[in-house]
């Protein structure tokens, strides 16, 4: 076992082993070079893409109403706004924290189609516009902790997600839950190119137990710091599940589809002795690649704003969700 001290920054900044080649090629080469490997014309769109000529700048979110519940106002100091929507995980629009800010402009929001579907009574298709009115928004202080061992405090805003479950009635079949991302290349370059998407198979797809999904923490996040999410951050509707790992939160849900089997999970599929379905946040469990036991506290400042801090089982919320996993070895069960 590598201590943490030990570890560099390209250690814990990585999901996958693609992403280190790919940081390695990019250090030695620099982008213009390894785009070479590319045909002419997916060179310029790449060099296009980089340069960010025609891309639309990202839409301002609009305002949202919302309560604040005072059972979900954690007293913990939040994550400032510009590092929430600017310091992101989202490999449809490329592997850098800074590049979905910088070119999720393309995704198109409106209009927008949401199905939930599957072993379910009563399926059911959202607009975009439903799910701002379907259900009461509620604002939530959330901790977010990457699997890559850095977190934030996040003011999401949303509804739980067993609101919209028990609105289509599951089924007594109904096991678990599958979410799929939007699947739109021509909006998505990481979609269209394997090289900007970091590997991954496409559309980004994850999925929880029943009994996670109608657990009253499980949120459908429609905003975040009061106003509709950015596309960055998921728009116009993504997962929140703070007692696992970020990646579980995926983003730019289409589809929701209620099943009797486990549904495939895109980081496991990658690497499936890496990143398990649970994802359950733990620091007595390491990933193969590095410490899970402390995280870094993404703070205001820049690279010497470097403040870590132990992580928690299940990210803080064990009193809340344990329970849900009486009986599972969570070593084998990661
Ligand atoms: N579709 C999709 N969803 C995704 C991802 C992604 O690459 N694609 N990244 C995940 C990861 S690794 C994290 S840590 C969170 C980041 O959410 P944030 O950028 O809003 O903080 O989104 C998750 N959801
Ligand atoms: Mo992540």
């Given at each position: 076992m590598k201590k943490i001290s030990r570890l560099t920054e390209a250690d814990v900044t990585a999901e996958s082993a693609f992403f280190m080649q790919r940081r390695q090629i990019l250090k030695t080469l620099g982008i213009g070079a390894a785009a070479l490997s590319l045909s002419p014309v997916a060179q310029a769109d790449l060099l296009d893409w980089f340069k960010g000529n025609d891309r639309p700048k990202a839409p301002a979110g609009q305002p949202l109403d919302f309560s604040k519940p005072a059972e979900w106002q954690a007293k913990l100091p939040l994550t400032p706004e510009d590092k929430v929507t600017g310091?992101?995980?989202f490999y449809e629009f490329g592997?850098?924290?800074?590049d979905p800010a910088a070119n999720?402009?393309?995704?198109?929001?409106?209009?927008w189609k949401l199905t939930i579907d599957g072993e379910v009574a009563k399926p059911l298709t959202l607009d975009h516009d439903d799910l701002y009115k379907l259900f009461p928004l509620e604002e939530r202080i959330y901790r977010m902790r990457c699997v890559e061992a850095w977190s934030m405090v996040v003011p999401w805003i949303g509804f739980p997600l067993a609101s919209l479950l028990k609105k289509v009635e599951p089924t007594s079949a109904a096991k678990y839950v599958a979410f799929t991302t939007l699947y739109a290349p021509e909006q998505m370059p990481g979609q269209k190119d394997r090289f900007i998407g970091g590997g991954l198979d496409y559309p980004y797809v994850e999925g929880l137990r029943i009994d996670e999904a109608m657990h009253p923490l499980t949120m459908l996040t429609v905003g975040v710091y009061g106003k509709a999410l950015p596309p960055q951050n998921g728009a116009p509707v993504r997962l929140t599940v703070?007692?696992?790992?970020?990646?579980?939160?995926?983003?730019?849900?289409v589809s929701i589809k209620l099943t009797r089997e486990r549904p495939p999970t895109t980081w496991n599929l990658s690497a499936p002795g890496e990143y398990?379905?649970?994802?359950?946040?733990?620091?007595?469990v390491d990933h193969p690649r590095w410490s899970q036991a402390t995280e870094r506290v993404i703070g205001?400042?820049?690279?010497?704003d470097v403040k870590r801090q132990p992580t928690l089982l299940f990210n803080g919320y064990a009193e809340q969700v344990a329970s849900l996993y009486k009986g599972l070895d969570l070593r084998e069960n990661f």
């Amino acid at each position: 076992m590598k201590k943490i001290s030990r570890l560099t920054e390209a250690d814990v900044t990585a999901e996958s082993a693609f992403f280190m080649q790919r940081r390695q090629i990019l250090k030695t080469l620099g982008i213009g070079a390894a785009a070479l490997s590319l045909s002419p014309v997916a060179q310029a769109d790449l060099l296009d893409w980089f340069k960010g000529n025609d891309r639309p700048k990202a839409p301002a979110g609009q305002p949202l109403d919302f309560s604040k519940p005072a059972e979900w106002q954690a007293k913990l100091p939040l994550t400032p706004e510009d590092k929430v929507t600017g310091y992101n995980n989202f490999y449809e629009f490329g592997l850098d924290k800074a590049d979905p800010a910088a070119n999720a402009g393309t995704l198109q929001t409106t209009p927008w189609k949401l199905t939930i579907d599957g072993e379910v009574a009563k399926p059911l298709t959202l607009d975009h516009d439903d799910l701002y009115k379907l259900f009461p928004l509620e604002e939530r202080i959330y901790r977010m902790r990457c699997v890559e061992a850095w977190s934030m405090v996040v003011p999401w805003i949303g509804f739980p997600l067993a609101s919209l479950l028990k609105k289509v009635e599951p089924t007594s079949a109904a096991k678990y839950v599958a979410f799929t991302t939007l699947y739109a290349p021509e909006q998505m370059p990481g979609q269209k190119d394997r090289f900007i998407g970091g590997g991954l198979d496409y559309p980004y797809v994850e999925g929880l137990r029943i009994d996670e999904a109608m657990h009253p923490l499980t949120m459908l996040t429609v905003g975040v710091y009061g106003k509709a999410l950015p596309p960055q951050n998921g728009a116009p509707v993504r997962l929140t599940v703070p007692w696992k790992y970020g990646f579980k939160g995926i983003k730019s849900i289409v589809s929701i589809k209620l099943t009797r089997e486990r549904p495939p999970t895109t980081w496991n599929l990658s690497a499936p002795g890496e990143y398990g379905f649970y994802a359950n946040v733990n620091p007595n469990v390491d990933h193969p690649r590095w410490s899970q036991a402390t995280e870094r506290v993404i703070g205001s400042g820049g690279v010497l704003d470097v403040k870590r801090q132990p992580t928690l089982l299940f990210n803080g919320y064990a009193e809340q969700v344990a329970s849900l996993y009486k009986g599972l070895d969570l070593r084998e069960n990661f």
